[in-house]
């Protein structure tokens, strides 16, 4: 009997909700098309494919050729398709009831379109926890496929990877089918002799050895490099040909039909994890660099194999605690999910409505960040917030929620304030500084404070390593192996914030302090109040005004001496016409006399250079001045930001001695590589004053939210 090999192929396909419509046709005319027409080209190649939601949406709208193409490979018999999260979230960090119904909603979907109930799922950034199984079998689903890093970690290597296994949770079972690292790797980075050699090597004359290729469909075409590579230097079509030319000792199944035909090996259970890379990303910055040299040491003394069982980084969760507005919006989308929930019956015939723009809002790609720009991106981050909000928008229209709330939101122990007047939604951190974490205006479902700090990353040393190397990558090598900097002298622009932006910080500087070294973070903070611990006073609840009193006995600190300052803090929404007010004193306890105190507010504009986003200072410069622009102005009596793409406007009234704009940019990885992306603008709102002791400063800044 000659040796055989049996092999299953699987594509994922995603793009994520918030992205740009430019980018969904570009992936489709360089990659998914291209894919798709390939394989519909070799009848004889079975494959299983996983489209998420909104690619999905996309294609019925733009391209519905490619649903014909489709149909015609299940009809016979040559594409299985799978399931998964709709909107393609991370199913272990969602509620099990939305979990459940997203996968219900992939599910119906594909039986509407096609006539058919997948059995699979594609498990978003393979990211496997242990309790999963149960999620699933609620949900009908019978396998999924991880990385087979995730059975070496437990101990299963080489030959014993090649079939399928069998694991459970409390009784409720799935079968789990490892996906090949290597063929990750050699498909389509290597020559096809390469992959078929190696499938040479692994046959046997059992016949029943499986292996398994599944990954995403942006490699072939999408990711930089691949389409030359991919397409029109043949690697696709020499690929599918040496399959069909080598069937015989090559036997292609999808997953529905390797169940069918072998038992599982053995149950497997496996700890928490995802593809290899990720355990990298999710560290610290320090351990991350030191994990990235420490697989570089051993892939060069070729030991990686050996030792990779016992090299584990962190897992996916870790996310939520590296990026501080990670968490806040996951937190964020959570709480609208239970009010959702919670409001069915009152919600009546807009619960479906709310529920997917709650769905939508649990598209997992703006949460995290790695070799993808993810959380980085702000028009992602904005996808996320804009749907939290139109559910919220729903909620508050239809099944409306108190208008005052105290309550721990992002799970750190202490509980944040929630005022809400129907139109705007303020949430409070009295213990980080006493911000507004949050102002989102319902009208337009925006959150002003999309912001991002500038994190220190592991990666970043990467930058002068690559600046100062000689090596070349290879242009069509995977993204994984790829380091390219997209801009000269990227390194000198690595600065790192001690605090998330956001917004009614306050700081105290030395009197001499300028822009320049604020915005390096490089000048001297003489306050503990920034991202210290404000009391909460007092509360007020009127018809059309809301406020809360804060208040921090706190002190300028110089010289190893603390002065003692106590600020006082009121935060008012008031309507109508949706006026937000702070209002400042300040108290003197201690013989320091000259004061300058900046009020520090960051606004998410999402482009730097968009000329429909702009501010105006009317009485400082006639000129309206774009996001990205970095400008000092003297006695400032208020000032506009007009954003005509997302149609509102914001007007501050205040007194200041000054103001400062600035734009806070970060340095973050990509799949094309290392680039600046423009984050938010700053605007610090400043005050000198010279008070003794016992003596109060006070003043008071105004910001009207109108939609245009």
Not at 167 to 172: H, T
Not at 375 to 403: D, F, M, Q, S, V
Not at 617 to 635: D, M, Q, T, V, Y
């Amino acid at each position: 009997m000659s040796e055989r090999i049996n092999l299953a192929l699987g594509f994922h396909i995603h793009q994520p909700v918030g992205n740009f419509e430019s980018v969904f046709e570009y992936a489709t005319r360089v990659a998914y098309n291209p894919l798709i027409n390939a394989l519909n080209k070799h009848p004889k190649i079975p494959f299983a494919i996983h489209i998420s939601g909104p690619v999905w949406e996309y294609f019925e709208d733009k391209h519905p050729d490619i649903f014909e193409s489709i149909a015609a490979m299940i009809q016979r018999g040559q594409c299985e398709l799978m399931s998964g999260g709709f909107y393609e979230p991370i199913l272990s960090v969602i509620p099990p009831q939305d979990a459940k119904g997203q996968l219900e909603m992939m599910s119906d979907y594909i039986y509407e379109k096609f006539g058919v109930i997948p059995t699979g799922i594609w498990l978003a950034e393979r990211i496997w926890e242990p309790h999963l199984p149960t999620i699933l079998k609620q949900a009908d689903i019978k396998y999924l496929a991880v990385d087979d890093y995730h059975l070496k970690s437990v101990g299963i290597e080489n030959e014993a990877l090649l079939g399928y296994f069998i694991s459970e949770n409390v009784g409720d079972e799935i079968n789990i089918f490892p996906i090949s690292e290597l063929l990750r790797y050699t498909i389509p980075f290597a020559e096809v002799d390469k992959t078929i050699d190696y499938l040479r090597s692994i046959a046997d004359q059992s016949g029943n050895r499986l292996i398994v290729f599944a990954d995403d469909g942006e490699k072939f075409g999408l990711w930089p490099g691949t389409e030359n590579w991919v397409w029109k230097q043949g690697w696709m079509e020499k690929f599918l040909s040496a399959l069909e030319n080598n069937q015989s000792w090559i036997n292609m199944m999808t997953f529905s039909e390797v169940q069918n035909i072998l038992p599982p090996l053995k149950r497997i259970y496996m700890p928490t994890g995802s593809y290899f890379e990720m355990s990298e990303w999710t560290l610290p910055p320090k351990l991350s660099y030191q994990f990235h040299k420490f697989v570089q040491h051993l892939e060069e003394t070729d030991e990686i194999e050996k030792f990779k069982p016992f090299v584990k980084g962190g897992f996916w969760r870790n996310f939520l605690t590296k990026y501080h507005e990670s968490n806040w919006m996951h937190k964020r989308m959570l709480w609208i999910s239970r009010q959702i929930h919670s409001r069915k019956r009152r919600l009546n015939t807009h619960y479906k409505d709310a529920l997917t723009a709650l769905y939508r809002a649990q598209c997992n790609c703006a949460y995290w960040h790695g070799v993808f720009g993810g959380l980085y991106l702000p028009h992602l981050r904005e996808g996320i917030w804009n749907n939290i909000l139109t559910a919220e928008k729903i909620i508050e229209t239809h099944a409306p929620t108190r208008k005052y709330l105290s309550q721990d939101i992002d799970k750190d122990g202490n509980d944040e304030i929630r005022l809400n007047n129907n139109d705007v939604i303020v949430w409070i951190s009295p213990t980080r500084g006493g911000c507004i974490e949050e102002i989102s205006f319902l009208p337009t479902n925006t959150n002003l404070i999309n912001t991002l700090a500038r994190y220190e990353e592991g990666y970043h040393k990467l930058i002068w390593e690559a600046q100062h190397s000689e090596e070349q990558s290879d242009e069509h090598s995977s993204i994984h192996n790829r380091v390219i900097v997209k801009e000269a002298g990227l390194e000198n622009k690595l600065q790192y914030d001690w605090y998330p932006r956001r917004f009614a910080q306050d700081h105290f500087m030395l009197s001499f302090t300028g822009i320049e070294e604020f915005a390096r973070q490089e000048y001297y903070e003489l306050g503990d109040f920034v991202n210290q611990k404000y009391e909460f006073i007092d509360k007020h609840i009127v018809k059309n005004e809301l406020d809360i009193t804060l208040q921090r006995n706190g002190g300028l600190w110089f010289e190893g001496k603390k002065f003692p300052v106590v600020i006082t803090k009121q935060i008012k929404l008031a309507g109508p016409g949706n006026h937000i007010f702070i209002h400042y004193e300040i108290e003197n306890r201690s013989d320091w006399r000259d004061f300058l105190f900046g009020v520090e507010t960051n606004f998410s504009l999402l482009s730097r250079d968009d000329p429909k986003r702009h501010f105006e200072f009317p009485h400082e410069s006639l000129n309206r001045i774009h996001p990205g622009a970095r400008k000092s102005f003297l006695a400032v009596d208020g000032y506009e930001l007009i954003d005509e793409g997302r149609k509102l406007r914001l007007s501050c009234r205040c007194q200041c001695d000054g103001v400062w704009l600035l734009p806070v940019e970060t340095v973050s990885n990509s799949e094309s590589g290392f680039e600046r992306v423009y984050q938010q603008t700053c605007v610090v709102h400043l005050f000198r004053f010279n008070i003794g002791a016992g003596e109060k400063f006070k003043t008071e800044i105004m910001w009207k939210l109108e939609h245009l």
